[in-house]
């Protein structure tokens, strides 16, 4: 069965919107316009896009769309909802991890949803979304059959999901995304203080997210915490003591892992 195709504005030119709206190209949608507020990162996007322009302001009342995805920062959300002119049975969906359904209530669209693909995004790097999760969100029935049409396009992960779930599933996500990148940025550091190169860690690195992947994490510990390595422990809050604040991390952890293991 052939997919549907849905011509598409976005509102917001960010890492989202970078890799979001040449994907629903690729799939067979059509993105007809781009909106943000300087107009420079919308006018970048659609260099990469077929046919659409740059929209430079936010009424959308003559826009050709029936989607608008709403790519911008969290805390914009709910304002820029408010001012955004809407054609007729148009559908706004944010795509944000924590915001809340809610925070589209106050828009004039006939319906509003969330599509929150769950995947960290740069404009550096192309991702595959067929294996990206796509959680949905609306109570519209409509819109919602809209949504998963739009999202089993790319994925072939699509999940609903409720916005206390998401919420919950976003917290995980900054531990599991972003403070494990955190935890290798200060790895690189104090490798690039010892003049190492950082790749040194790349198979060790590898091998440690190829286990949990596959096990339960808490199963598959190790390191001095976990063997209970008093002395290792100490010498390394030692090695750490022109870094007060790295020291904190490294006690807080080790002790986090200490107590449950």
Same mark, same amino acid.
């Given at each position: 069965?052939?997919?549907? /195709?849905?011509?598409?504005?976005?509102?917001?030119?960010?890492? +989202? /919107?970078?890799?979001l709206?040449? /994907?629903?190209?690729n799939?067979?949608h %059509?993105v007809?316009?781009?909106? #943000?507020?300087?107009g420079?990162?919308?006018?970048?996007l +659609?260099?990469?896009?077929?046919?659409? +322009?740059?929209?430079e302001?936010?009424?959308?009342?003559?826009?050709p769309?029936q989607? %608008? !995805?709403?790519a911008?920062?969290?805390?914009?959300i709910?304002?820029?909802a408010?001012?955004i !002119?809407?054609?007729?049975?148009s559908?706004l969906?944010?795509?944000?991890?924590s915001?809340?359904?809610? /925070?589209?209530?106050?828009?004039s669209?006939?319906? *509003?949803?969330?599509?929150y693909?769950?995947?960290?995004f #740069?404009?550096? $790097?192309?991702v #595959?979304f067929? &294996?990206?999760?796509?959680l949905?969100?609306?109570?519209?029935?409509?819109?919602?059959?809209?949504?998963?049409?739009?999202?089993?396009?790319?994925?072939?992960d699509?999940?609903? +999901?409720?916005?206390? =779930? &998401?919420?919950?599933?976003?917290?995980?996500?900054?531990?599991?995304?972003? %403070?494990?990148?955190?935890?290798m940025s200060?790895s690189?550091?104090?490798m690039n203080n010892?003049?190492?190169?950082?790749?040194?860690?790349?198979?060790? !690195?590898?091998? *440690?997210i190829?286990k949990?992947?596959?096990h339960s994490?808490?199963?598959? =510990?190790?390191?001095p915490?976990? $063997?209970?390595?008093?002395?290792?422990?100490?010498?390394?809050?030692e090695?750490?003591n022109n870094?007060?604040?790295?020291?904190?991390i490294?006690?807080?952890?080790?002790q986090?892992?200490?107590?449950?293991?």
């Amino acid at each position: 069965m052939r997919n549907v /195709a849905y011509h598409i504005s976005f509102i917001g030119a960010g890492n +989202v /919107a970078w890799n979001l709206a040449p /994907a629903l190209e690729n799939v067979g949608h %059509f993105v007809k316009e781009v909106y #943000s507020p300087s107009g420079k990162s919308a006018k970048k996007l +659609v260099g990469n896009l077929y046919d659409a +322009v740059v929209k430079e302001n936010l009424d959308f009342s003559e826009s050709p769309s029936q989607i %608008f !995805i709403l790519a911008i920062p969290d805390d914009e959300i709910e304002n820029v909802a408010k001012e955004i !002119i809407f054609p007729d049975q148009s559908l706004l969906v944010h795509t944000s991890g924590s915001k809340p359904l809610s /925070a589209l209530e106050y828009s004039s669209a006939s319906a *509003t949803g969330v599509f929150y693909p769950l995947q960290t995004f #740069s404009k550096s $790097r192309q991702v #595959s979304f067929e &294996r990206i999760p796509f959680l949905l969100e609306s109570e519209n029935k409509e819109a919602l059959r809209i949504l998963q049409n739009l999202a089993k396009s790319l994925s072939k992960d699509v999940q609903l +999901v409720s916005t206390a =779930q &998401r919420k919950q599933l976003h917290l995980a996500a900054v531990f599991a995304c972003n %403070f494990t990148n955190h935890m290798m940025s200060i790895s690189e550091e104090i490798m690039n203080n010892a003049q190492l190169d950082f790749k040194l860690l790349t198979p060790l !690195i590898m091998e *440690t997210i190829e286990k949990a992947l596959n096990h339960s994490p808490s199963t598959v =510990q190790t390191g001095p915490a976990k $063997r209970g390595d008093l002395e290792t422990l100490d010498k390394h809050m030692e090695m750490l003591n022109n870094n007060e604040n790295v020291q904190a991390i490294y006690r807080m952890i080790s002790q986090h892992i200490l107590d449950q293991h």
